[in-house]
Each structure stands twice: as structure tokens, then as C-alpha cells.
């Protein structure tokens, strides 16, 4: 081959691969297509950018913060090269577009804003989560059918979004966590062949899980926590092999826990917390031979804690708190030795400490609390040398306390107040400085007294000691210079603390607790005088039998609780307490005080968030002064003498004040009217307030709770009172309303009593069809059920009538259902809708004019206790039907024209003879063999009454049994105050207990 031809060769060879490297050159440059960058640069108009707004960000598990990726966009610029922009090397198409965290504000206004995107034919992965867009996704989003990622987590989206994701089917990714989405998982779920992390947590997601997710045979995470699943579980989510991570929690799921988890041999993760899971935790749970954390609290588990937990070698942390779970610890927890935290409290486990735990040397957090161990705590437990925290209060754990506790090297934390310890405390020999700074003893047996030995725990903040059956040397806490919070209620043993002693041992504590102790507060020093560098916080009097208010708390400028309830102080509140710049908190109530003292300075707190002085003897107008403190949210004047009417000034709290009560007053005049538009709770039960219901109720709408109770308002039904969302609680009982009672929809309200007025007229059929809560019931937000009407500090109250007798619901649990209509003139027949109240508990309709029927559908009110339809004019005969409700345990027909058999059930043959006088026509075993004489003509009056206290006597004993027995444990949270039927139309006598929380700036943990 010639030399020109061997150069033509070459030069043909060189230009034909520089044309491989130029187009390699330019296709490294991208130069994204025209046509997809206007597109973003459209879409990128949508949105605006507030810096303003931006936030924190877990970016990929590092946390960064939001910044604006659309500014980098611009007309002359290749938008490959843009801010959360993605091209392919090749086709030059945008396949990702992630603005993730970039301050974007706005929202989708139409289905053009997303079908613009159809422009971009290759985009695979959209991600605009942590952003602030809000309102609803379009359904367009269905036509990006390329997309394998999907990411709109934390932001405000809404409404229904799945039904339109029904086309993307090749999904991998999809999360929508942390939104107000709604509507329901639907059964096509199944379809996304592809999906591998699914995120639907933290919106308002609700219904069931379709058998359907069980065919996502690539997912290995599913998280559906923090919304409103119910149901079961499906067995089909056994097939999903390759799930590691399955979060179920905080919803309200119920019924077993299928048994086919265990087959997820891959799972790491798992957490059911927050439900309603009931039965057995199952044994399979063994096999998830991976997992690394186990959730089961709160929900309804019962029996004993499976032996295959111990089979779980890689288990770090179980948390089964909060259910009904017996029995020991097993004995297979020995073989956990990746386990570092240890949550059982609030069970009824029982059983001597779990010696199990003490061969987990990695343990350092264990929760025994509340349960029902017994024994000694064993003196070996140092094995446990990296235990920083161990919580046993609420058991009848006994013997004393091993000093080798207090040689732990990381413990910080010890719970054990409640028990039965006892002997002398010691703490050892701690060679090195203690890292214990929480050490709560309280409610124990110890004996003899606290050493100077403590000091050795020179890094203690918290110290509770209470109810020691020794003498205690406040001095002894100077040595304890970290000191912060010191519980020392109810000293058995030491007659006499002089506050001022005491104070003086320290020059900063954050809260000093002495109540029902004898407390010496004399005033003979002068201010100057006083504990001139203490500075205290939180301070705790209250049943101190502390006769003088103390001088010495004038000059505490950091104080922002104080509790001196319950004492024996008389006289004026002094002027100076107003003028406490960080007091927040003031509970005055159970004392003799007759006024409030002005300040001579006109600048009041303006901090006091939580005013009590209920059961004094104030007297007079309500003072003006509660007006000027503008953060005032909680006013409890009850139990006192004030007259006059409630004061317009009051209006300047309208947007602060959530709780007003001063029921068992003299107030008088008109209820005022657009006053306190932000209130929870309204009481003004038991004055003398007359006019009408303002009708500016209506704009209440955070109202609960409204008991006008034993006044002399003088109005029609409240229908319109039914706009109130959140209205839980209404009390119109011994008023003078009138008229008839109009069909209204509430929705929220659990306990109405309109009792002992003057309504008239009948009632529709269907007039209770819209009561929803009294239907079904419904869970709280934490997934509970026994929660308490009320917020922070202060809990409502109320009284009930039934027959003769007053209960006294101190708290009022959110489950508590009751219907009183009675003391009215309502006639007609009893509405079938009644059988819509499943979850009514009380009901009572007696001393009106109902005719016909009792209406068969109560066989449906599955949950009543208590029924008396006494003392009107119905006929026919008693449902047998209702012999089956199991709960019924207080009733009474009696005073009707009731013929045919008594139902048979146990609740029936319980009653006295009383429930069923005066009905010529009834019969039955029951009534034939110990009630021969009610069918006689009633004896005249002054026969009567002898024979009558007899049967209350019984009735009472027969509604004391019942409250006992009262379903949930509501007994717990009353107090039953039994009088005889004279006192039925008496107004109730002063409430000698308000409910409320004393602020406790330390709680106890799990």
C-alpha cells in the first residue's frame, strides 16, 4: 500500500472519530430540548418562592435546609444544568425533576398545571415534597403514566388524590406522608406490580385494607400510620416477602393480629402502637427472626407476653405499654441480648423482678411502671452497668432498696415512688462523681433518716421523697448544689416546716412541693428580710393548714405556679400577688377568703393564664381587676357569694378566656352576649340569671361544654345550637324554657339534660337519627377512650339526676353518654330513633305524658345502665327484648299502664318492686313472688312515706352497684352523692371540688 494511501486512511479514520467525539462532546452537554424547557419554566410560574418559609429538611437521612431551586432557572440557559433537574445523557429528554425543599408556596389551580408535564414524555421521577403547596391535587397527575417516583410528603395537600393514580402503574416510589389527604386505599392497590415503598402516613386516609395490598409482592416498606384505617388487618399481608419495614400505627385498626406476619422472615421494623388490637399478641411474631424494633403499646392486648419474643436475637427495642397483658416476663428474655430498651409499663404483669433482664448488658432503658410486680429489686442488678434509666413506680415491689443501684456507672434515671420498699436508704460506695440526676422514692415504707450521704449524687435535679416515715433535716439538701426540684409532700414524721427555714437552704430551686404538710407562714420578718436571693419557680402549699398568705412570696419575682389551695387563709387576696411578673398559675381555691385587694400599681400580670378561687366565701361583684389580666384562660369563681351580674368588661378576655365558671353563685341579669366568643367551657349553673340564651352562642364555635343549670332563664329550645361542631356537653335542667323541643342534629353531644322545664309537644320518629356520638363510639386523637372532657389544667364537672339521686362526675370521661329529658310535659309516643343511641348509657324520660308503646328498637341500646320511663301514660307491654341487655342495671316503668309479662332477664329480677308500681296489667314469676302488693291502690301519703325510704334505700344500694360495675372503669372518675327523693328537685348544694390538674412541671415517664 502506498504511502498517500495509507494518509488518506488515516486522515478518513481521524475525521470519521472526531465526529464521535464532538457528538459525545455534545451530547455531554445535554442541550435539553426546547419545548421541555418552556414547559418547567410554565410550570415554574405556578409556584411563588418565600424564603421566608423555608424549613428544615431530611434530605437522603441528612438534614439540610430549604433553599430555591427554580431561581436557577432561566430562558438562556440549558435547563439540564438546572437547580432539581434530571436529563438523559442520551435522549436529552428530563426524565427527574426533584423540588424537594425548595420554598415553593402556592397551589395547582387547574388540570392544565400538571398536564403540562405530559411534555415531558420521559420524566420517571417527581419530587415535590417539603414545600408549602396546599389544596388538592388534580386528577391530570393520572397521565404521567411514566413515573416510577412519586414524592408530595410534607406539604398541605387534600382531598382525594388515589383514584387518580390508578394509570402510573409502573410505580416504585410512592409517598404522601405528612398531608390532609382523605378517602379510602382502593381495591386496584394491587395493581402496582412494580411499588416497593409505599408512604400514606400522617393524613386522613380512612376505611379498610383491601386484601389487594397483599399481591405487592416487591414492596419492602409500608407505612399507613397517623390516620383513620379501621378494621382488621388481612392475612394477605403474609405474602409480602420482602417487606422490612411495616408501620400500622396510630390508627384505629382492631380485632387479632393475623397470625401470617410471622411469615415476613425479612421484617426489621414493626409498630402497631396506637390501636385497637385486642386478643393475644400471636407466638408467630417469633419468627421474625430480623426485627429490630417491636411497638405493640396501646391497644387491648390480653394474655401473657409469647415465650417466642425471646427468639427475636436481634431484637434492640420492645415497647408492649399500655395494654391488659398477665402473667411473668418469660424467662426466654435472657437470650435478648441486643436489647437496649425494655417498655411493659401500665399492664398487669406480675410476678418478682424479671431476673431474665439482668443478663442484658446492653440494656439502658427499662419501664416496669404501673404494673403488678411484687418481691425484692435483686442487689446483682449492677450487672446492668449501661442501665441509664429504670422506671417501677405503681408495683408492690418491697424489701429495701440495694445501695448497689446507686454504683451503676450511666444510670440517671430511677422511678420507684408507689411501692412497698422499705428498710433504711444507702447509697453505697460511689467511688466516681453519680450521673444521677432524677431519684424518686416517694410513697414508700423507708424508714429512718436521709443521710448527708446523698451528697454524693452531686448531680441530682430531682428529689422526691415524699410520704417518708422518718424525720427529714432540710439541711441536708443544701448539699445537693444541683438541685432543682424537690417533692416533699405529706412528711409522716416531721410535725413542723417552717417555710421560710427551708427556703433559705437553697438559692435556686425550680420547684419546691410541701403540700399536706403543717407549714409554719408566719409574717413577722419584714420583705427586706427575706430570702433575698432565692429564686423559685414552682411552689406547692396547698393543704398546709397555713392560716396568713405568706408575706415572704411578694419579693419571688420568678415564681409562675403556686398552689395554696385548701388551707385556712382568711381575709383579702393581697394586692402585691397581681404584680408578680412571671406568675402564670394561681390556685386559691378551699380557703376563707373574702375579697380580692387591689394593687395601688394599675399595671397588672400580665402572664396569669389560670386563675382558681372557687369554695371561698368572696362576696360581692366579681371583681374588675380578673378583666385586665388579658391572658387569662381559665377563671373558676364557683362555690362563692357573688352577686350582681357577670361583668361586661369581661369582654376584653374574649379572645383568651377558654374556661369561665362560676356556677353556685347569686349572679343576676342577662347572660352577656359576644363576650367570650373563644370559650370551651361555659358555667353558670345555680345563680339567678334570667332573659334568654344570647343568640351570639352561635359564634361559640370551640364551646364543649354549657351548663345553665338552676337559674330562671326564661326561653325556647336551643335547636340553633347545633352549628357548635364541638359541642359535647349541654345542661339546661330547672330553667324555664318552654315550647317544643325542634328536631336538631348534634352531632358531638354526649350528655344532654333539659330535664324540669316546661317543654311540650311530641317528638318526629326520627328525631335522633343525627346523634352521632351517642351512636357509635368514636376514639381520640392518641387512639384511646378513657381521655377526660377538658385541656391542661382543668377538667369539667357536672351532676347528674337520677331518681333520687345526684352523681357527681368529678371528671367527665369522653366515652360518658347520657339523655334526660324528664320533669317536662312531652307527649306522644316514644321515637323509634331511640334505637339509634348504641352507645347511650343513661336515660331518663319519666314524669311527662309519652303514651302508646315503649318502642322495641331499645333492644338496640346495647350499652344503657340506666332506663326509667316512670310516671307517664305508656301502654303495652315491657319489650321482652330488653331483657337482654347485660348493662342494664337500673330501671323504672313504674306509674305507667304497662300490662303483659316482666322480660325474665337477670337485670329484671334484680329491681325493687318500686320500678314496676302502679301498672295493674303486669306480671311474671318475678312480680308474683316478691311483689304481691304493687297492683294495691297507693296508700295515702302519710302511709307512703315510711314504706318509700325503705325502697330508696334499695334503690340507691341497687345504682351504687351499678356505677360500680359501670363499663370502661367510669366509676373511677365518680363520686356518687346519694340523697333521698325530697331532695330530687333541691338545687345542688355547693361542689365542694373543682376538677382540674394542678400544674405538675415534672412528670413522670412511661
Given at each position: 500500500m502506498s504511502i498517500s494511501h495509507m494518509t488518506l486512511s488515516f486522515l478518513f479514520l481521524f475525521i470519521f472519530k472526531f465526529q464521535d467525539v464532538t457528538a459525545f462532546a455534545t451530547t455531554a452537554r445535554h442541550l435539553c430540548r426546547p419545548e421541555q424547557r418552556n414547559v418547567l419554566l410554565e410550570f415554574k410560574k405556578m409556584f411563588e418562592i418565600r424564603r421566608s418559609s423555608s424549613k428544615l429538611c431530611n434530605i437522603n437521612g441528612r438534614i439540610v435546609g430549604s433553599y430555591p431551586k427554580t431561581e436557577s432557572w432561566g430562558n438562556n440557559s440549558d435547563c439540564c444544568y438546572w437547580g432539581g433537574v434530571t436529563c438523559d445523557a442520551k435522549s436529552k429528554d428530563v426524565i427527574k425533576l426533584d423540588l424537594s425543599c425548595s420554598c415553593l408556596h402556592g397551589r395547582f389551580h387547574s388540570n392544565t398545571s400538571l398536564v403540562m408535564l405530559q411534555n415531558l414524555p420521559s420524566l420517571k421521577t417527581l419530587d415535590l415534597s417539603n414545600n408549602y403547596l396546599y389544596g388538592q391535587v388534580p386528577s391530570s397527575i393520572g397521565k404521567l403514566s411514566c413515573l416510577t417516583s412519586l414524592s408530595l410528603s410534607n406539604n398541605r395537600f387534600s382531598g382525594e388524590i388515589l383514584p387518580s393514580l390508578e394509570n402510573i402503574l409502573r410505580l416504585a416510589f410512592l409517598s404522601l406522608s405528612n398531608n390532609l389527604f382523605s378517602g379510602q386505599i382502593p381495591l386496584w392497590i394491587g395493581n402496582f406490580s412494580h411499588l416497593t415503598f409505599l408512604d400514606l402516613s400522617s393524613n386522613h386516609f380512612a376505611g379498610q385494607i383491601p386484601f389487594s395490598v397483599g399481591l405487592l409482592s416487591q414492596l419492602t416498606s409500608l407505612s399507613l400510620s397517623d390516620n383513620q384505617f379501621s378494621g382488621q388487618i388481612p392475612s394477605s399481608l403474609g405474602n409480602l416477602s420482602h417487606l422490612t419495614s411495616l408501620d400500622f400505627s396510630s390508627n384505629q385498626f382492631s380485632g387479632q393480629i393475623p397470625s401470617s406476619l410471622g411469615k415476613l422472615s425479612h421484617l426489621t421494623y414493626l409498630q402497631l402502637f396506637d390501636n385497637q388490637f385486642s386478643d393475644q399478641i400471636p407466638s408467630s411474631v417469633g419468627n421474625l427472626s430480623h426485627l429490630t424494633s417491636l411497638h405493640f403499646s396501646h391497644n387491648q392486648f390480653s394474655g401473657q407476653i409469647p415465650s417466642s419474643v425471646g427468639k427475636l436475637s436481634r431484637l434492640t427495642s420492645l415497647d408492649c405499654c399500655e395494654n391488659s397483658l398477665v402473667g411473668q416476663i418469660p424467662s426466654s428474655f435472657s437470650l435478648l441480648n441486643q436489647l437496649t430498651n425494655l417498655v411493659v409499663n401500665s399492664n398487669k404483669l406480675s410476678g418478682n423482678f424479671p431476673i431474665a433482664l439482668l443478663n442484658l448488658t446492653k440494656l439502658s432503658y427499662v419501664s416496669l411502671s404501673n404494673n403488678r410486680f411484687t418481691g425484692t429489686l435483686p442487689p446483682n442488678i449492677t450487672s446492668l452497668s449501661n442501665l441509664e434509666f429504670i422506671s417501677a413506680y405503681d408495683n408492690s415491689f418491697g424489701g429495701p432498696l440495694p445501695s448497689s443501684l446507686f454504683n451503676?456507672?450511666?444510670?440517671?434515671?430511677?422511678?420507684?415512688?408507689?411501692?412497698?420498699?422499705?428498710?433504711?436508704?444507702?447509697?453505697?460506695?460511689?467511688?466516681?462523681?453519680?450521673?444521677?440526676?432524677?431519684?424518686?422514692?416517694?410513697?414508700?415504707?423507708?424508714?429512718?433518716?436521709?443521710?448527708?450521704?446523698?451528697?454524693?449524687?452531686?448531680?441530682?435535679?430531682?428529689?422526691?421523697?415524699?410520704?417518708?416515715?422518718?424525720?427529714?433535716?432540710?439541711?441536708?439538701?443544701?448539699?445537693?448544689?444541683?438541685?432543682?426540684?424537690?417533692?416533699?409532700?405529706?412528711?409522716?414524721?416531721?410535725?413542723?416546716?417552717?417555710?421560710?427555714?427551708?427556703?433559705?437552704?437553697?438559692?435556686?430551686?425550680?420547684?419546691?412541693?410541701?403540700?399536706?404538710?403543717?407549714?409554719?407562714?408566719?409574717?413577722?420578718?419584714?420583705?427586706?428580710?427575706?430570702?433575698?436571693?432565692?429564686?423559685?419557680?414552682?411552689?406547692?402549699?396547698s393543704g398546709c393548714g397555713i392560716t396568713e398568705f405568706p408575706e415572704l412570696l411578694r419579693t419571688q419575682t420568678l415564681l409562675q405556679t403556686l398552689d395554696i389551695?385548701?388551707?385556712?387563709?382568711?381575709?383579702?387576696?393581697?394586692?402585691?400577688?397581681?404584680?408578680?411578673?412571671?406568675?402564670?398559675?394561681?390556685?386559691?381555691?378551699?380557703?376563707?377568703?373574702?375579697?380580692?385587694?387591689?394593687?395601688?400599681?394599675?399595671?397588672?400580670?400580665?402572664?396569669?393564664?389560670?386563675?382558681?378561687?372557687?369554695?371561698?366565701?368572696?362576696?360581692?361583684?366579681?371583681?374588675?381587676?380578673?378583666?385586665?389580666?388579658?391572658?387569662?384562660?381559665?377563671?373558676?369563681?364557683?362555690?362563692?357569694?357573688?352577686?350582681?351580674?357577670?361583668?361586661?368588661?369581661?369582654?376584653?378576655?374574649?379572645?383568651?378566656?377558654?374556661?369561665?365558671?362560676?356556677?353556685?353563685?347569686?349572679?343576676?341579669?342577662?347572660?352577656?352576649?359576644?363576650?367570650?366568643?373563644?370559650?370551651?367551657?361555659?358555667?353558670?349553673?345555680?345563680?339567678?340569671?334570667?332573659?334568654?340564651?344570647?343568640?351570639?352562642?352561635?359564634?361559640?364555635?370551640?364551646?364543649?361544654?354549657?351548663?345553665?343549670?338552676?337559674?330562671?332563664?326564661?326561653?325556647?329550645?336551643?335547636?340553633?345550637?347545633?352549628?357548635?361542631?364541638?359541642?359535647?356537653?349541654?345542661?339546661?335542667?330547672?330553667?324555664?324554657?318552654?315550647?317544643?323541643?325542634?328536631?336538631?342534629?348534634?352531632?358531638?353531644?354526649?350528655?344532654?339534660?333539659?330535664?324540669?322545664?316546661?317543654?311540650?309537644?311530641?317528638?318526629?320518629?326520627?328525631?335522633?337519627?343525627?346523634?352521632?356520638?351517642?351512636?357509635?363510639?368514636?376514639?381520640?386523637?392518641?387512639?384511646?377512650?378513657?381521655?377526660?372532657?377538658?385541656?391542661?389544667?382543668?377538667?369539667?364537672?357536672?351532676?347528674?339526676?337520677?331518681?333520687?339521686?345526684?352523681?357527681?362526675?368529678?371528671?367527665?370521661?369522653?366515652?360518658?353518654?347520657?339523655?334526660?329529658?324528664?320533669?317536662?310535659?312531652?307527649?306522644?309516643?316514644?321515637?323509634?330513633?331511640?334505637?339509634?343511641?348504641?352507645?347511650?348509657?343513661?336515660?331518663?324520660?319519666?314524669?311527662?305524658?309519652?303514651?302508646?308503646?315503649?318502642?322495641?328498637?331499645?333492644?338496640?341500646?346495647?350499652?344503657?345502665?340506666?332506663?326509667?320511663?316512670?310516671?307517664?301514660?305508656?301502654?303495652?307491654?315491657?319489650?321482652?327484648?330488653?331483657?337482654?341487655?347485660?348493662?342494664?342495671?337500673?330501671?323504672?316503668?313504674?306509674?305507667?299502664?304497662?300490662?303483659?309479662?316482666?322480660?325474665?332477664?337477670?337485670?329484671?329480677?334484680?329491681?325493687?318492686?318500686?320500678?314496676?308500681?302502679?301498672?295493674?296489667?303486669?306480671?311474671?314469676?318475678?312480680?308474683?313472688?316478691?311483689?304481691?302488693?304493687i297492683h294495691r291502690p297507693s296508700s295515702p301519703p302519710y302511709e307512703r312515706l315510711e314504706v318509700e325510704e325503705e325502697e330508696e334505700e334499695e334503690d340507691v344500694f341497687c345504682w351504687i352497684a351499678a356505677a360500680i360495675g359501670f363499663v370502661f372503669g367510669l366509676a373511677i372518675g365518680c363520686i356518687l352523692v346519694c340523697y333521698k327523693t325530697e331532695w330530687f328537685t333541691t338545687p345542688f348544694g355547693r361542689n365542694k371540688h373543682r376538677s382540674r390538674s394542678t400544674p405538675t412541671p415534672f412528670l413522670y415517664p412511661s
Open positions: 451503676l456507672p450511666a444510670l440517671t434515671s430511677i422511678y420507684l415512688t408507689n411501692n412497698q420498699l422499705d428498710g433504711s436508704l444507702k447509697f453505697g460506695n460511689i467511688s466516681s462523681p453519680s450521673k444521677l440526676r432524677v431519684l424518686s422514692l416517694g410513697s414508700n415504707k423507708f424508714k429512718g433518716p436521709i443521710t448527708s450521704s446523698i451528697s454524693k449524687l452531686a448531680n441530682l435535679e430531682v428529689l422526691d421523697i415524699s410520704h417518708w416515715n422518718a424525720h427529714v433535716d432540710f439541711s441536708i439538701f443544701s448539699l445537693l448544689r444541683s438541685l432543682q426540684r424537690l417533692y416533699l409532700s405529706h412528711l409522716r414524721a416531721t410535725p413542723r416546716i417552717d417555710l421560710s427555714t427551708i427556703l433559705s437552704c437553697f438559692k435556686s430551686l425550680d420547684l419546691l412541693d410541701l403540700s399536706g404538710n403543717h407549714v409554719l407562714a408566719t409574717n413577722k420578718t419584714t420583705v427586706s428580710d427575706v430570702l433575698p436571693s432565692l429564686v423559685i419557680s414552682n411552689l406547692n402549699l389551695s385548701n388551707n385556712e387563709i382568711k381575709g383579702q387576696v393581697p394586692g402585691w400577688l397581681w404584680m408578680l411578673p412571671n406568675l402564670g398559675y394561681l390556685d386559691l381555691s378551699n380557703n376563707t377568703f373574702i375579697g380580692f385587694e387591689r394593687s395601688t400599681n394599675r399595671k397588672l400580670s400580665s402572664v396569669l393564664g389560670h386563675l382558681f378561687g372557687s369554695n371561698n366565701n368572696f362576696s360581692g361583684e366579681v371583681p374588675s381587676l380578673v378583666c385586665e389580666l388579658h391572658s387569662l384562660r381559665t377563671l373558676d369563681l364557683s362555690n362563692n357569694n357573688f352577686s350582681g351580674s357577670i361583668p361586661l368588661c369581661m369582654g376584653n378576655l374574649k379572645s383568651t378566656l377558654s374556661v369561665l365558671n362560676v356556677r353556685q353563685n347569686r349572679l343576676s341579669g342577662c347572660l352577656p352576649g359576644n363576650a367570650f366568643e373563644s370559650l370551651r367551657s361555659f358555667d353558670v349553673g345555680h345563680n339567678q340569671l334570667v332573659g334568654k340564651l344570647p343568640r351570639s352562642l352561635v359564634h361559640f364555635s370551640a364551646l364543649e361544654v354549657l351548663n345553665v343549670e338552676s337559674n330562671m332563664i326564661n326561653d325556647t329550645f336551643p335547636f340553633w345550637l347545633n352549628s357548635l361542631q364541638a359541642l359535647k356537653v349541654l345542661v339546661l335542667r330547672s330553667n324555664a324554657f318552654h315550647g317544643p323541643v325542634h328536631q336538631a342534629a348534634f352531632l358531638k353531644l354526649q350528655i344532654i339534660d333539659i330535664s324540669h322545664n316546661h317543654f311540650s309537644g311530641m317528638l318526629p320518629s326520627d328525631y335522633f337519627v343525627n346523634w352521632r356520638k351517642m351512636s357509635s363510639r368514636e376514639t381520640n386523637e392518641d387512639g384511646s377512650n378513657l381521655n377526660y372532657i377538658g385541656e391542661g389544667y382543668y377538667h369539667d364537672s357536672m351532676v347528674l339526676m337520677n331518681k333520687g339521686i345526684k352523681m357527681e362526675l368529678v371528671r367527665i370521661l369522653e366515652i360518658y353518654t347520657a339523655l334526660d329529658f324528664s320533669g317536662n310535659r312531652l307527649e306522644g309516643e316514644i321515637p323509634k330513633s331511640i334505637g339509634l343511641l348504641k352507645e347511650l348509657h343513661v336515660l331518663n324520660l319519666s314524669n311527662n305524658a309519652f303514651t302508646g308503646h315503649i318502642p322495641s328498637s331499645m333492644e338496640n341500646l346495647t350499652a344503657l345502665e340506666s332506663l326509667d320511663v316512670s310516671q307517664n301514660n305508656i301502654s303495652g307491654e315491657i319489650p321482652q327484648e330488653l331483657g337482654n341487655l347485660s348493662y342494664l342495671a337500673y330501671m323504672n316503668f313504674s306509674h305507667n299502664q304497662l300490662v303483659g309479662l316482666v322480660p325474665g332477664g337477670t337485670q329484671f329480677r334484680r329491681q325493687a318492686c318500686s320500678s314496676f308500681k302502679d301498672n295493674s296489667g303486669l306480671f311474671g314469676p318475678a312480680l308474683d313472688e316478691d311483689c304481691r302488693d
